[in-house]
């Protein structure tokens, strides 16, 4: 399931200039935080049109990312080291996976965990643009086998924060997102990222 493959953000090196200086600010702020909290919006381009969505996410690193969909319905989705969870109240199902290494080490989901070396070997940055306050990014990844083949990440405000990122699949479908809202080093507790199967869930487990 791609679509659960989703923040990324990667390090790179290059000249100087102001979209170099804003990346390398972000990174830099990015790498040190523990725990992030925001509030997104998400557009997948499907051969039936756009989809829409919005919900909140919340990170603790070095394993945890849970994103709460709210909007046009409730969905919930954990990821727990490579084990995944999701909650589906409308269809009254819970589905258990567990991500192949290969399956992560082939997306940006490592560098959201922390890991920025294992990022910067998959995927090469190059400026795009920068102006009204905006600078963007292109990665592309350096070989083929990555769920994404190539992001386009924009920074914003002061100091420089992720606005938005657009993943595209290797076929080329993009996954939009924009984040408002950041909370820097949020107080999550264990219980922020307990997901129990709820009495009478369809449980559906993927191996």
Not at 81 to 106: A, H, S, T, V, W
Not at 131 to 157: D, Y
Request: hydrophobic content about 35%; aromatic content about 12%.
């Amino acid at each position: 399931m791609r679509t659960r493959l989703t923040l990324a953000l990667l390090v790179a090196s290059f000249g100087c200039g102001f979209s170099a200086d804003a990346y390398r600010e972000f990174v830099a702020n990015f790498g040190r935080l523990k725990t992030l909290s925001a509030r997104f919006e998400q557009e997948v381009e499907t051969p039936f049109g756009t989809e829409t969505a919005s919900g909140l996410v919340w990170i603790r690193r070095p394993a945890l990312i849970k994103w709460e969909y709210r909007q046009p319905e409730r969905k919930i989705f954990l990821l727990d080291g490579n084990r995944y969870k999701m909650y589906l109240p409308e269809e009254n199902q819970f589905i258990i996976q567990r991500l192949d290494p290969e399956e992560i080490d082939g997306s940006p989901l490592p560098f959201i965990l922390g890991q920025r070396r294992q990022l910067e070997e998959t995927y090469s940055v190059t400026p795009v643009d920068s102006g009204e306050g905006r600078s963007r990014f292109l990665l592309t990844a350096r070989k083929a086998g990555p769920v994404f083949s190539r992001i386009i990440l924009t920074l914003s405000g002061t100091p420089p924060w992720m606005e938005e990122l657009i993943l595209f699949e290797e076929g080329g479908t993009p996954h939009r997102y924009r984040f408002s809202e950041f909370t820097p080093e949020p107080r999550l507790p264990d219980a922020a990222f307990r997901l129990e199967i709820p009495k009478g869930a369809e449980v559906i487990e993927e191996r």
